[in-house]
């Protein structure tokens, strides 16, 4: 069961460049998120997915674009490297269910091994 | 006030000691709550769900206090390999997650 996957793990770019960056979950997830992390931060929210055919802006989602191209797989691009883009970047991606309160709620997230991206 | 609060850390412990985190959060609406584990340069790994009763997984022990808006986690016999940064995080269904700022363990030999 391989879970979330990512690809690449590792990218280096030329500033103006573009590249996409996949991700594909194999648990029947609803829900697909891109973050991304820099040196000595916490996780950073660009875009989400709540479900196939729907994409939202996260927190920092200036200069990304995304694709959720079928339940399995959510894309991430960036149309013209900037430096400032020189990240970790995570896919996750959640189910839902009932909780033990059988109450409808959000299954935990699960992490691809992420992809480290320089932009030069 | 931040969504997500935690210990700001670092805790530098020897082995065999006991540690808490601490974590408070600031909707009271939320519903889910997860404590995740990251080594450095790695992805978030789920630790543990936190369910108001309370659990227990080997050393680990979560608890969550709904009233006071607060979550904690013990780490008992502490471990070189549970070195790692912790990560408090909290969701509300058909929201996004919140991921507190995370406290940094080292344990030491």
């Known amino acids: 069961n391989a879970g979330v996957t990512q690809t690449p793990k590792f990218q280096v770019l030329k500033t103006g460049q573009s590249m996409t960056l996949q991700c594909a979950q194999d648990?029947?997830?609803?829900?697909m998120y891109w973050y991304r992390q820099d040196p000595g931060m916490g996780l950073r929210l660009i875009y989400y997915?709540?479900?196939?055919?729907?994409?939202d802006k996260g927190e920092v989602p200036n200069g990304y674009n995304v694709s959720r191209l079928n339940k399995r797989e959510f894309s991430l691009r960036l149309e013209s490297a900037a430096p400032s883009q020189t990240s970790v970047y995570f896919c996750?991606?959640?189910?839902?269910?009932?909780?033990?309160?059988?109450?409808?709620?959000?299954?935990?997230?699960?992490f691809g091994d992420g992809t480290r991206l320089s932009i030069l | 006030r931040k969504e997500v609060e935690q210990d700001p850390g670092p805790f530098n412990v020897p082995e065999g000691a006991t540690v808490a985190f601490n974590c408070t959060y600031s909707?009271?609406?939320?519903?889910?709550f997860f404590w995740y584990r990251q080594d450095c340069r790695k992805e978030p790994k789920l630790l543990m769900s936190v369910y108001s009763s309370g659990n227990e997984d080997g050393r680990f022990t979560a608890q969550l206090n709904r009233a006071s808006q607060y979550i904690s986690l013990l780490i008992r016999d502490s471990k070189l390999s549970d070195s790692a940064t912790y990560l408090c995080v909290v969701s509300f269904y058909g929201q996004n997650f919140v991921f507190g700022p995370g406290t940094r363990l080292s344990v030491l030999p």
């Open positions: 648990m029947n997830h609803n829900s």
């Open positions: 996750a991606s959640s189910g839902r269910g009932l909780d033990r309160s059988m109450v409808l709620s959000n299954q935990p997230q699960h």
């Open positions: 997915s709540a479900s196939e055919g729907t994409t």
């Open positions: 909707n009271s609406a939320s519903q889910s």
